[in-house]
C-alpha cells in the first residue's frame, strides 16, 4: 500500500523554468493538499482540493497553479521559477477535511538557481 | 499563518527519558493534531485531540489539550533513539478544515 507518491523526489531549476509535481494517492482520499516547508516555519498551505474537478486558494499560492483532473492526482505548477520557491514541497491527503489525519508523502526537494 | 507554536524549539535527553513538548494556539480549535516528521521524510499523524477532550493516550504517547489556556502538551514516555524527530502541532479552527501547522520541536534522544 503505497499511501502518497510524490514525485520527483529531488529538482534543481533555473530561474524562470516551468515545472510539475505530480502527488499520488492510493487512499480513495477526496482531499488532497501542496505544502512547501522552510527552515523555521513550519508548512505552509499553497493550494488544495476538496475533490476531484476543485481547486482552491491556500496560504501561498502566488506563483503556483493546480490542477485535479482525476481524483488519485493533484498536480502542483510553478509556470517560472524563481530563487524564493526554493523549498521541500509536501503533499497530502484526507478522506475528509478537519477532523481526519492527513497523510503525507515523502516530499520534493526543489531548488531554484 | 502559524497558529500553533511549539515550545521549547528543540530539545535534547538521554535514552530512557521523558520528553516533553508544548503547544500554545490563538483562536477556537475543533481539534489539535500532533505528527512526527523524520528528517528527509514527510509528516506522519500521532494524535488527534478534538476540543472537548482533555487527554488522550497511544501507547508511549501521552497528549493533554488545555482549551482554557489555548495550550496542549505532548509526553513522550521513556525515550528511545528511535524517537529522534521533530515533533509538529497542529489545529484545525471551529468551524473549519484547514490544518495549520506550528514550527516543530526538535527532539533529540542521545542513545
Known amino acids: 500500500n503505497a499511501g502518497v507518491t510524490q514525485t520527483p523526489k529531488f529538482r534543481v531549476l533555473k530561474t524562470g523554468q516551468s515545472m510539475t509535481l505530480l502527488c499520488a494517492q492510493d487512499m480513495n482520499h477526496e482531499y488532497m493538499y501542496w505544502y512547501r516547508q522552510d527552515p523555521g516555519m513550519g508548512l505552509r498551505l499553497i493550494h488544495y482540493?476538496?475533490?476531484?474537478?476543485?481547486?482552491a486558494k491556500g496560504e501561498v499560492p502566488d506563483g503556483y497553479n493546480v490542477s485535479r483532473l482525476k481524483k488519485q492526482n493533484f498536480l502542483l505548477g510553478l509556470e517560472s521559477a524563481a530563487p524564493s520557491q526554493t523549498s521541500v514541497y509536501f503533499c497530502?491527503?484526507?478522506?475528509?477535511?478537519?477532523?481526519?489525519?492527513?497523510?503525507f508523502g515523502d516530499g520534493t526537494r526543489l531548488s531554484i538557481l | 499563518s502559524q497558529q500553533g507554536e511549539e515550545d521549547p524549539q528543540a530539545l535534547s535527553i538521554q535514552e530512557g527519558e521523558n520528553a516533553t513538548m508544548n503547544c500554545s494556539y490563538k483562536t477556537s480549535i475543533n481539534n489539535l493534531q500532533w505528527y512526527r516528521q523524520n528528517s528527509g521524510r514527510g509528516l506522519v499523524h500521532l494524535i488527534l485531540i478534538r476540543s472537548n477532550e482533555r487527554e488522550k493516550h497511544s501507547g508511549r504517547l501521552r497528549v493533554t489539550l488545555d482549551t482554557s489556556k489555548k495550550s496542549s502538551s505532548l509526553l513522550i514516555t521513556a525515550s528511545r533513539a528511535a524517537d529522534t524527530a521533530s515533533y509538529f502541532c497542529?489545529?484545525?479552527?471551529?468551524?473549519?478544515?484547514?490544518?495549520?501547522f506550528g514550527a516543530g520541536t526538535r527532539l533529540f534522544v542521545k542513545a
Open positions: 497542529a489545529t484545525v479552527n471551529t468551524g473549519g478544515f484547514k490544518t495549520i
Open positions: 497530502a491527503s484526507s478522506s475528509i477535511g478537519g477532523n481526519q489525519p492527513q497523510h
Open positions: 482540493s476538496v475533490g476531484e474537478g476543485t481547486t
